[in-house]
């Protein structure tokens, strides 16, 4: 009894198991069957500024996991995730509350975000071909048409609406009301905001 107690104590102080789990980490690096549009990294975006040196989607250890897993639900069905924004430094994200001061939209920088804590994912599915599926709006569409609640959509987009939802929160992702593209992982709020940027590897 002494005795595990003991071990208990020391894997608890060594603090390895909660390290390596909550570290960052690139998702490239743990799967090779993501698609990428990192829109921050280019002028195709609401800023219509390039704010990323680097369109590598780093996420913290547990939710690029989970991540791994939505996407193996996703790739038995025939589809993929294609990503858009994953962890995003907080000076970025003072930008966006400039532009869009709207928290249904973007978080307020003074609280921070689920990006901003590297738990929160801006993402689509596509077809085996590469093609987006049709979600009824582009990323980043700040109005009514893009919130979970439309329903005056065609039935294929709600459809694929409901299929990315699906698989998200079976590997413990959860929506917001007024974004389809946007998920937290369940447990990110906890997470520290981070601040660092994202430099490519040479
Ligand atoms: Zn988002």
Redesign the pocket.
């Known amino acids: 009894m002494t005795k595990n107690i003991f071990i208990l104590i020391t894997l608890l102080s060594s603090g390895t198991y909660a390290q390596s789990d909550t570290s960052f980490v690139r998702l490239a690096t743990l799967s090779t069957q993501f698609e990428y549009d990192m829109r921050y990294a280019t002028s195709n975006n609401f800023l219509k500024e390039k704010v990323y040196s680097c369109g590598d989607c780093l996420l913290r250890k547990e939710v690029a996991l989970a991540l791994v897993e939505a996407n193996s639900y996703f790739i038995k069905k025939g589809y993929r995730i294609k990503l858009f924004?994953c962890y995003r430094p907080l000076d970025v994200q003072k930008k966006m509350w400039v532009i869009m001061p709207d928290a249904r939209y973007v978080a307020d920088p003074s609280k921070g975000?689920v990006?901003n804590r590297g738990g929160?994912?801006?993402l689509t599915l596509t077809d085996q071909k590469g093609h987006e599926l049709d979600m009824g709006t582009d990323f980043d569409h700040f109005g009514k048409e893009a919130h979970h609640a439309w329903e005056e959509l065609p039935e294929a987009v709600l459809q694929n609406r409901q299929l990315l939802k699906k698989g998200m929160e079976q590997a413990g992702f959860k929506s917001i009301p007024t974004?389809w593209?946007?998920y937290n992982f369940q447990s990110s709020a906890g997470y520290p905001v981070s601040n660092f940027k994202v430099e490519c590897k040479k």
């Open positions: 924004d975000s990006h929160a994912v801006d974004e593209w946007h």
